[in-house]
């Protein structure tokens, strides 16, 4: 580690802890809240860089939890540039580019708001911070014991992307088997709607069990297949998977 880069860090740490208790322009908050005017935001705070501003927001829609990361460049009118379910991509393949500093203050961000839920919590006051929900953990606590498959990610995108690269089979989300995983990818544009994906799986009796925000995030049965469709299907696209089991009878890896 070098100390141009514990410099900068260091920067990073005083510009979004001094910024993290600051309003936001009206205009950013309006944005957010045009975006998914049902949602409820929390605003987590801000850093800059490079004449431009960046503001965290956390986006609960009833069982839906996510980010929002705002960008406003000097000058300019600000726009939406990620959204998802969880911040550890929120910005990789960004349009536009967000500096990999940036998103490392706003990963600390999330982590000083976190922390701050928790003390909330202890003191019987969670509800003014909502849970951002493991979308893929929760998969993943129920699928690996059986299977032997890991999603490792909370960003519904690349749940997405690692069911259509890995040990899995896809198929039809309207006649999906028990067991299929459900997906429906966050979808945005800059200057909004936010369309919060989410993804579960498929019980018996066409009963989804995802995690649920309106309950710590809990994994719950909040949906059914057709409500899950109707929900999802034409905003965010649905798509299911099974994973493929081996020749040999044996679970796949990851």
Not at 67 to 73: A, E
Not at 157 to 180: F, H, N, W, Y
Request: proline share 6%; with cysteine; aromatic share 8%.
């Amino acid at each position: 580690m070098t100390i141009a880069f514990l410099l900068l860090t260091l920067c990073l740490c005083i510009c979004f802890h001094a910024s993290a208790q600051s309003p936001n322009p009206p205009a950013v908050t309006d944005l957010v809240q045009r975006a998914d005017p049902q949602g409820h935001i929390e605003y987590c705070g801000q850093v800059s860089m490079n004449e431009a501003h960046y503001y965290l927001f956390v986006l609960t829609h009833q069982e839906l939890s996510g980010i929002v990361l705002v960008q406003h460049p000097a000058g300019r009118a600000p726009i939406i540039a990620d959204a998802d379910t969880s911040i550890f991509l929120l910005g990789y393949n960004s349009r536009p580019y967000v500096p990999r500093p940036v998103l490392e203050a706003i990963k600390e961000l999330l982590r000083t708001r976190n922390l701050k839920r928790k003390r909330l919590a202890r003191g019987g006051t969670s509800a003014q911070l909502g849970e951002i929900s493991a979308v893929g953990h929760d998969i993943d606590q129920v699928l690996y014991p059986v299977s032997g498959f890991r999603l490792r990610s909370d960003s519904t995108r690349e749940i997405l992307q690692l069911l259509r690269t890995g040990s899995t089979v896809s198929v039809d989300p309207k006649t999906a088997p028990p067991g299929s995983i459900i997906v429906s990818p966050t979808q945005f544009s800059y200057d909004g709607p936010i369309f919060l994906g989410h993804a579960g799986i498929l019980g018996r009796d066409g009963a989804i069990y995802s995690a649920d925000a309106r309950y710590e995030g809990r994994l719950t049965k909040n949906f059914t297949l057709t409500s899950w469709l109707t929900r999802f299907s034409g905003t965010n696209g649905t798509y299911a998977f099974v994973v493929r089991a081996r020749l040999d009878g044996s679970a796949p890896g990851t």
